[in-house]
């Protein structure tokens, strides 16, 4: 984003309850560790957040978005039925961010939300999802 001269656009950090490293070092003012990932989202969790992903705050605007699993499968299925296309619940915690209308993109005219699907989905699977974490 810096080598297209984007230093005002905000990002979105969005990860689920149990699996909020990034929302954790932000809290503490430090990476720090979680005990483990509890969150279904476990595909790109990970237990702390990089040195260096951390740095980048006092860089660029970069917004933490905590949403609950129940929140990442329903946008998930969303997904999957508006689009025709299956995404891990990793994914649907950034799209389930913008339909909560996370502050920072209030401002905002256009949200470009990276959507990437995964090999540890099929239909199967969301189905199992959304039918063991019901809210």
Known sequence: MYKHSWREVPVIAAETVGAASFAAAVAAGRPVALEGITSIATSLGALKVSDEAFRWTSRHPIHS???TDQDAIRSCLTFANELRVLVEPACGAAMAAV??????LDRCENIVVIACGGNAVSAGALCEWATNHSA
């Open 99 to 104: 339909e909560q209308g996370d502050p920072p």
């Open 65 to 67: 978005a905590v949403v």
